[in-house]
């Protein structure tokens, strides 16, 4: 099990990672195989331990050692558990929205974009295989809203651009309630100023065709049978306000609209990725039984 710490300050240097160090300095932009991420509450803890990732520490208040045990059983020795009084965690900023516990996790290697893409298709099988394109989004909550549909909605990965923000950023994490963890994704294209060329190439060459979420005057409608039809599909999403760019969508080989209703023309991009995920991404068995983890 791992080790237990009490502590009764936040003076600790082992506590840096949740006190002091800004989000740049978790990614260790300058060596990011070194970098880390924090994950809040017991519930997105639960999920990235899930899903394999390394714990570097915990932070929790004391009330939350013992529900916190059975997770704990399996973390090594090595890794430090840092237990406060609850007055004491009180004073992290933001300590409100994180139900009481903190971890800090290695960051995951990310995959070349080509071998990801790869992965996507072998792990579909016969069926369609659907990705998800972030270009230069910037709302760490819609991030995080994005990757909890695609959970929820059978995406089988989602690529970011080099100017979209971290989806292991702390409220992008907790916002997709550990979904991060279970959707696979990865950068797509090293330079901003390469973009959209590059990563229109990679998965062009990967056989996917590209479809700009866009208003033109000759974008399908997301009901259209013909979308059903692509076997390989990579749907790109724009940034808030102005949408994909200019380039962006004229490089896509088609242009997808959602239909609407009161002269309405757009919706928050969270939003129309729900929608456009259950149109478009092939449904899952309507079986569902609620199975609780330990902190659902």
Sequence with gaps: MARVIRITDLSDPGLDAYVRLTERELRCVLEPEKGIFIAESAKV??????????????????RWLEQLGPLLEGVGGDVPVYVAPMALMEELTGFTVTRGALAAFRRPPLMDAGAFLSGCVERAGERPVRVCVLEGIVDHTNVGAIFRSAAALNVDGILVSPTCCDPLYRRAVRVSMGTVFQVPWTRLGAEARAWPREGLDVLHAAGFACAAMALTDDSHSLDDPVLGAIGRLALFMGTEGTGLTARTVSGCDLAIRIPMAHGVDSLNVAAASAVAFWQLCPHVANDYHYQPGLFS
Excluded: H
């Design 45 to 62: 803890i639960e999920r990235a331990l899930a899903a394999g990732l390394e714990p570097v520490s915990f932070l929790m208040g004391e």
